[in-house]
């Protein structure tokens, strides 16, 4: 394009060919030039772009290395947490087992210490021997039940 327009300017203005050959020459030189450097720009950009790469396998290389150091300890971590889950829950089944008192049983029990404490002195406040003796009373009469 810039070719057609240096003719056409070199015809119209009557000008000699011995200059638009050498506008011609340093076209081509221009062009040669900006090929060359856009060759070596590419090779540049190949070299970085490899070197990128590079160093981004690297990086994969060693978070996947630091991943399965860190899995073997989560799994042993995961594991003794399993263990200690099944160990709780067969406590739990345990606990489960045992018969508790009954909200009924625990204010009759509430009802007689406070019946002994009543009769035995009239104040709000038992004696340690009171409730030791309401308890004997009641653990005597409790297994003579089960006997």
């Given at each position: 394009?810039?070719?057609?327009l240096a003719l056409k300017s070199a015809d119209s203005s009557g000008g000699s060919l011995v200059v638009v050959l050498d506008f011609l020459r340093r076209i081509d030189e221009?062009?040669?030039?900006?090929?060359?450097?856009?060759?070596?720009?590419?090779?540049?950009?190949?070299?970085v772009d490899k070197k990128i790469e590079s160093e981004v396998g690297g990086?994969?290389?060693?978070l996947s290395d630091k991943i399965?150091?860190?899995?073997?300890?989560?799994?042993h971590r995961f594991e003794k947490l399993d263990s200690k889950s099944?160990?709780?829950e067969k406590k739990l089944g345990e606990l489960e087992a045992v018969?508790?008192?009954?909200?009924?049983?625990?204010e009759k029990i509430f009802?007689?210490?406070?019946n002994v404490k009543g009769a035995d002195n009239g104040d709000m406040k038992a004696s340690l021997d009171d409730i030791i003796m309401t308890t004997r009373d009641m653990l005597l009469k409790e297994s003579q039940?089960?006997?």
């Open positions: 394009m810039i070719q057609k221009v062009e040669s030039f900006v090929k060359t450097k856009m060759i070596m720009m590419q090779v540049h950009v190949d070299a990086l994969r290389r060693e399965e150091e860190n899995a073997g300890e989560v799994n099944e160990m709780l018969e508790f008192f009954s909200k009924e049983d625990l009802g007689d210490l406070m039940r089960l006997v």
